[in-house]
């Protein structure tokens, strides 16, 4: 019974401060001091009893967030006349700020201009409330559909493999809520008894038939001739629910896939497998880490492989190389810990072969393209100081006598990925002038190249920046959060959108995600990522397909203007990305991702408007996620970190 | 108790008024033309405390202007107030006279049962008594119970309550002492005494804000709150905003704690150890606050250990008291209507519901055999006027009946399936649900204040053509029923518009004619759901109506809100036929007993109550909630009753004997649905945390030993077994359960609203 296990709940009364401003709203001037005090108390007391009613109505409205309108009902219980204008649908976005010592909350109202939202079309009509029945439990067993939770929920997988002893079985699940709900002593020795049983983990490993019958549908419409039902399969895996138990099986069959697959040149088979890893890693309901020892050695076989197609001069195996980096990077960042250490031994792998002077064109490019695709810091410690280097060896190729097709080939991929991905980077953190001679000096060969990569890349953010400046408002804007909640459960029925699911843990990754403790991380920064797709946008009226959207840091300090302190401090990062999104079979449409990251001061309220942003058919695209978590490694790798592992 | 055999002796009398029972439908709509002007009925529910409560205050001066021979400003003081002079004459019986709202008459004509039905037919105004402050109200309810005989006189309560003052500073050092006292004495006793703590914790604050020492009583507060026990934490909540003597004034938690007294069950020896110390200390201030405060129910025989004590304590007021407990119950179930059962082919379907009346075989099922002879536990049939069967109920026995032969036999190796009824697009504001008994539909009452009806068969929802289209119907017609239905009104779903608030509670008619729906406006709607109209809207609670229910044999209802009082009616009449008084705090969830003669209520007040339908009295009181309590529900077989509240803890209660038999942990969020199987070996629970758990109710009633020792004095071990008993737990994605049914063929259905 500690004296100190409750706040000091009799002393929590408003600041007098608040009364003389509220009393100065009204137009009363002077207040005394002891007049605010006494206010003060009297209109806390008042307050904890309205919110006290206010209670009764949330629990009676079976909910656990007390709204506006509990508040209104609480208040007309007093015979006091509720307070008009304050409906709100989900919640009020309040922000925080500090300075001089005082913390405030404040509910921000923008000005908006009023022909933007006339121009607006309106939204969509809220969809009207339907019923709709499914089974929670047949005879005891819970059917894994898409409409129940998964049977071992992705925190539970990973504390399985982060913690296999701590774990408690998908079949025990139950009773370790139970204990949860008990008291200590009760549960403590509980989990004594538990801890024995626990050490000879029981885990079958067969699948019921039905299970069957899935896996190898699935499997073969993955690697089928058919893209339809490969589209179809891949969905699938990437949003079903109940695919836990099968994840050794596939997790297998694309090990073994590359392994032959790579053998036998058969480009078209490994691009396959790679997207049912991408879907594997989609699935919000699996965790991979378990899988990582075979599906990492088959990613990266796809990236530097010598040979990955029948005929390299003509097929776009790059194309494979480079959608397989990406997949490499985001597993790096999701599944790097320091006992792994999954991405320094990437590096290093990486480093070691691109290092080796008889290392193929091809490999090569791989190792570049996985290296440059970890992020900007990457990039800046290991690509830029072996420009020169790499530039001399491309002059060779290109400019010496003809070895052969092949290697002129993969030194014109190699060149311009350099470029891609260098320009961007030294754009950023490079000062003007930039300089035609002066880059030569520095990267050699690339240099004169580089240097108008660069010049186009700042025009191009400069662009980007004058079009976010006016749209801003308009992106940013609430809008009514009904969208998001209208398909519902994410059914089997029509109306099955997974984004509703994938939106949101695909944002909290990139914002709670903290980084790893090797890498000196910067302050946390957040970011909203927004993506249009040019086919199927039917929600997002702001930015119209074709817009091309460019920003600076100008752009920053304007969506935080309200926390123009903080700005000064923090040199706001913008990214644009524009690629086709599958990179491989080009059946998706192109789609296009703004990055905006910014202070760590602003992001609260940057979070919270990301919840609210127009969820579009194509923000669950696996890229966008993949781009917001590209940015999300801004400091990386100090060489200290490739020390041999 | 006395007044309940006189009700059934009174049977023949009775049998009289039942044929005035059975008209409904037409009646209904008659009483709806009648419902605006029922305004008297304004005044019934909890008026501003003022009027009463001034009238009480003058009252205590006058009595205490005579008491200390003031004769002439006695005088003076009456004629100014215009009182007569008999108001003061009897101090002590005009107390009780003052607290006479609903319950005391009620309870004083109860004894005959013509009394439910003759008073409001004649439309005696219940009203003036009942204008009594809810207050009034609760310590009347305590006049019922034999054993608040000796209670003091309420009027020295308002003036007196908190007026002898000690000095503020001792009081920290009078708690301390007891304190130390307590923790020095032997442990059987300790446990016991601790239970004293909470209730002087109260008091000696209120006492100090009441005495305007406001920095004496916040230092008082941080001291000793953190000792309490945790499930207190709500009321300290509350007691802690409180902190000038005028925030006591019309603060409804506080008129609890002075009204009411704190029970405490103590056994004799501890009660002892107790008196001595506090004599020997001359601690007169605490001394004071127990026998003021405090009512300790002391009994004979071993001391109580702590877990025992925290099982039964957590509510408002503390324990019931003993005697509350003690008035008979019939929990038995009524006899079922012989009713001839065509039983067709077994592998026929039960779709062609008019029934082919081929071999009429005498049933042979465990229905059947319990009809045959009276449970000794049950209430005479006639004990409450109940309404005739029609033809068309006897139509659904007989379904019913049938569907019983196909159930499943639920056991802990067959449990049920269950099928979710989710609510999309609801956006958080589905707020009530419920199913009809043959599940055929399922209506939802909403925050925006509409009330959806869906059909869940492939029948569609019909409205009855309107009245000139009706004209020219062939009433002579075999299929006059069908025609009467408009075609063109089929739907799956109806909306019903009338209510200007969040609707809280809705129930389903037994023969699914009507619809009731309770809301925030203060009303209680009656709906058709032939013509999806209103009927009725039922006017009385004044505060919002947090739930309602219908009888299980219809033409009852019972509503219960805000205003803490349940008001039982009948469908044909504008005004309650029964008001409940006596919870001392909102009720938010109601319930009939299965055999109809009782009603069941839990309140924010952590407390259950069970009523007595004919008498009107407290039957009994249950404690052992630490929270609000949201669901209820009867076993099939009417003698045992679970409880679910905000703590995530089912309580299940012997209902004949007044004890908690079995407590089920494994929620972690309020439950809002309970329900037993078919056949009571199951108890399903939905929750907040969007979980749906099975128990194992065969179990947990068989391992509770009740020897004569326990009966007797509620004194019970209960078994650590939730595990044991726990059956199955089954998550939604992100789906609170709030509603829970048994289809007759033990199918488990459930219902939420998505929240994504």
């Not at chain 1, 909910?63 to 304050?86: C, M, Q, W």
């Not at chain 1, 699938?236 to 099968?246: E, R």
């Not at chain 1, 920053?556 to 000064?568: E, F, I, M």
């Not at chain 2, 019909?462 to 289209?469: C, E, G, L, N, T």
Request: net charge neutral.
């Amino acid at each position: 019974m500690a004296e100190e296990r409750r706040p000091k709940q009799c002393t929590v009364v408003l600041p007098t401060e608040s009364m003389k401003a509220m009393a100065e709203s009204i137009g009363v001037g002077q207040l005394q001091e002891e007049s605010c005090a006494a206010l003060s108390e009297e209109v806390s007391y008042r307050i904890k009893e309205i919110a006290q009613d206010a209670l009764k109505f949330m629990h009676h409205g079976k909910r656990r967030k007390l709204t506006t309108s509990d508040i209104d009902h609480a208040l007309k219980l007093k015979n006091v006349e509720p307070l008009y204008g304050f409906q709100s649908q989900e919640f009020i976005p309040f922000r925080f700020a500090s300075g001089g010592g005082r913390e405030l909350h404040f509910y921000e109202e923008k000005e908006v201009d009023l022909s933007d939202i006339i121009n607006t079309p309106l939204p969509r009509v809220p969809l009207d409330v339907s019923l709709k029945a499914h089974w929670l439990s047949i005879e005891g067993v819970q059917p894994a559909i898409p409409e129940n939770p998964p049977p071992a929920p992705k925190e539970q997988q990973k504390a399985e493999s982060t913690e296999p002893l701590k774990v408690v079985k998908p079949g025990q699940e139950e009773e370790g809520s139970i204990q949860k709900g008990q008291g200590a002593i009760s549960a403590e020795a509980k989990g004594k008894k538990e801890g024995l049983m626990r050490m000879k983990p029981r885990s079958t490993h067969e699948l019921s038939v039905e299970q069957q019958l899935y896996y190898k549908e699935i499997t073969e419409a993955c690697v089928g001739s058919c893209e339809a039902k490969r589209a179809e399969a891949l969905q699938s895996i990437a949003t079903d629910p109940g695919l836990y138990q099968m994840l050794p099986r596939f997790s297998t069959f694309i090990s073994e896939g590359v392994r032959v697959n790579v053998v036998q040149n058969n480009l078209a088979l490994l691009i396959y497998l790679m997207r049912m890893v991408k879907a594997l890693m989609d699935n919000p309901t699996l965790y991979l880490e378990k899988y990582l020892h075979e599906l990492i050695p088959a990613v990266v076989t796809c990236i530097v492989s010598k040979q990955l197609c029948l005929r390299p001069d003509v097929d776009n195996h790059w194309a494979l190389r480079d959608f397989a980096a990406r997949l490499m990077a985001q597993s790096c960042k999701t599944f790097s810990t320091t006992t792994n250490n999954i991405q320094s031994r990437i590096t290093k792998t990486f480093t070691k072969s691109w290092l080796d002077e008889k290392t193929q064109w091809t490999t090569r490019y791989g190792c570049i393209a996985g290296l440059s695709e970890l992020g900007p810091d990457v990039i800046k410690t290991l690509i830029l100081p072996r420009l020169t280097v790499e530039g001399a060896r491309i002059k060779a190729v290109s400019e010496g006598p003809v070895v052969s097709n092949i290697d002129k080939i993969g030194a014109d991929h190699v060149q311009s990925l350099l470029l891609k991905h260098c320009a961007s980077v030294i754009a950023k953190t490079r000062p003007l002038p930039d300089n035609m001679e002066q880059y030569r000096a520095d990267y050699g060969y690339l240099g004169p190249t580089l240097c108008s990569h660069v010049v186009k890349a700042r025009a191009q953010a400069a662009l980007q920046a004058q079009q976010v400046n006016r749209t801003t408002l308009t992106i940013t804007q609430p809008r009514p959060t009904l969208t998001v909640s209208q398909s519902g459960i994410g059914g089997s029925g029509g109306s099955r959108s997974p984004s509703i699911i994938k939106v949101p843990s695909s944002l909290t990754l990139m914002s709670t995600r903290p980084g790893t403790p090797t890498q000196p991380s910067p302050p946390a920064t957040k970011y909203i990522v927004m993506a249009t797709s040019a086919g199927a946008s039917s929600t997002q009226q702001v930015l119209d397909g074709s817009l091309v959207i460019t920003l600076s840091s100008s752009s920053g300090s304007s969506v935080t203007s309200t926390v123009a302190s903080a700005t000064s401090t923090l040199q706001p990062l913008v990214k644009l990305e524009s690629r086709g999104a599958g990179g491989l079979g080009g059946s998706r449409p192109l789609q296009k991702y703004i990055v905006v990251s910014l202070p760590t001061s602003a992001s609260s309220s940057l979070e919270s408007k990301s919840g609210m942003l127009p969820p579009s058919s194509s923000s669950t695209s696996p890229i966008s996620l993949e781009a917001g978590m590209k940015m999300d490694h801004t400091g990386y790798v100090p060489n200290g970190t490739l020390l041999p592992i | 108790m006395a007044a309940v055999q006189d009700g059934q002796l009174n049977m023949e009398v009775e049998k009289d008024i039942k044929t005035e029972i059975t008209n409904d439908g037409s009646g209904n709509i008659n009483a709806n033309s009648s419902s605006p002007g029922s305004t008297s009925s304004g005044g019934k529910s909890k008026s501003p405390a003022g009027s009463g409560e001034d009238q009480q205050t003058l009252l205590a001066v006058l009595q205490f202007l005579k008491r200390n021979k003031l004769t002439e400003s006695v005088d003076i003081l009456r004629r100014e107030a215009g009182l007569s002079a008999d108001a003061d004459d009897s101090p002590v019986s005009d107390s009780a006279g003052a607290g006479s709202g609903g319950v005391p008459n009620v309870s004083a004509d109860g004894g005959d049962a013509n009394s439910l039905l003759s008073r409001v037919s004649i439309a005696t105004p219940v009203a003036p008594p009942a204008t009594a402050p809810p207050k009034g109200l609760v310590r009347s309810h305590s006049k019922v119970m034999p054993s608040g005989g000796e209670d003091q006189p309420d009027v020295n309560v308002v003036l007196s309550a908190y007026s002898q003052q000690g000095d503020p500073v001792l009081y920290p050092l009078y708690y301390n002492g007891l304190k130390k006292f307590i923790e020095s004495v032997l442990d059987c006793h300790r446990a016991e005494l601790s239970q004293v703590f909470y209730p002087l914790f109260v008091h000696m604050y209120l006492e100090l804000v009441y005495n305007n020492h406001e920095n004496e009583a916040k230092q008082f507060f941080e001291k000793f709150s953190g000792d309490q026990e945790c499930y207190y934490e709500e009321d300290l909540r509350i007691l802690s905003s409180m902190s000038k003597k005028e925030h006591m004034k019309g603060n409804e938690t506080m008129l609890d704690f002075r009204t009411s007294k704190f029970v405490l069950r103590i056994s004799r020896d501890s009660y002892q150890l107790l008196k001595r110390h506090l004599q020997e200390r001359q601690n007169n201030q605490i001394w004071n606050i127990i026998q003021e405060h405090l009512y300790i129910d002391i009994f004979d025989g071993m001391p109580r250990s702590k877990s025992q004590i925290d099982a039964m304590s957590g509510s408002l007021a503390g324990e019931g008291k003993r005697d509350a407990n003690k008035a008979k119950v019939f929990y038995g179930l009524l006899k079922e209507p012989e009713i001839e059962v065509p039983l067709d082919d077994e592998d026929e379907e039960a779709e062609n519901e008019e029934g082919k009346p081929k071999k009429k075989k005498p049933k042979k099922d465990s229905m059947g055999s319990k009809s045959k002879k009276q449970d000794p536990n049950a209430p005479q049939q006639t004990r409450i006027p109940l309404p005739e069967l029609k033809d068309s109920d006897k139509l659904d026995k007989i379904m019913n009946m049938k569907e019983a032969t196909k159930k499943i036999r639920l056991s802990p190796d067959n449990l049920p399936s269950i099928c979710f009824y989710s609510f999309l697009n609801a956006y958080q504001g589905l707020t009530a649900v419920d199913f009809t008994d043959d599940s055929s539909l399922i209506a939802g009452g909403f925050a925006d204040s509409t009330v959806r009806v869906w059909s869940v068969t492939p029948k569609k929802l019909r409205r009855v053509k309107s009245a000139a289209d009706l004209s020219n119907i062939d009433k002579e017609s075999d299929d006059v029923l069908e025609r009467i239905m408009d075609e063109k009104t089929a739907s799956e779903s109806k909306i019903l518009y009338g209510h200007s608030g969040p609707v809280y509670g809705i129930s389903f008619s037994p023969d699914r004619n009507y619809l009731l729906s309770s809301s925030e406006d203060g009303t209680v709607r009656l709906w058709s759901l032939q013509t999806f109209t209103c009927l009725v809207g039922y006017k009385g609670h004044n505060y919002p109506v947090w739930d309602t229910q219908f009888s299980p044999y219809g033409y009852y209802f019972i509503s219960g809100g805000h205003d803490r009082v349940a008001r039982l009616w009948a469908t044909d009449h504008y005004q309650p036929l029964r008001m409940f008084a006596g919870h001392l705090a909102d009720i938010t969830c109601t319930l009939f007993h299965p055999n109809s003669n009782y009603v069941a209520t839990g309140s924010a007040d952590r407390t259950i109550r069970l009523w007595d339908v004919l008498t009107g009295n407290c039957v009994r009181i249950l404690t052992g909630h630490k929270g609000p309590i949201h669901s209820l529900a009867f076993s099939p077989n009417g003698k045992f009753m679970a409880s679910g509240a905000t703590d995530g803890r089912v309580l299940l209660w012997d209902v004949g004997h007044g004890l908690m038999v079995g407590e089920l942990k494994g929620h972690s969020d309020t439950i809002y649905a309970l329900k037993f199987s078919r056949d009571g070996e199951i108890l399903a629970s939905g929750s907040m945390d969007n979980t749906v758990k099975l128990w194992d109710t065969l179990k947990a009633f068989d391992d509770v030993e009740l020897d004569d020792f326990t009966a007797a004095t509620g004194h019970i071990h209960l078994p650590e077994n939730s595990q044991e008993l726990l059956l199955g737990t089954y998550m939604t994605k992100s789906t609170p359960v709030i509603h829970l049914h048994f289809t007759r063929r033990n199918l488990l259905l459930a219902a939420g609203a998505y929240n994504p």
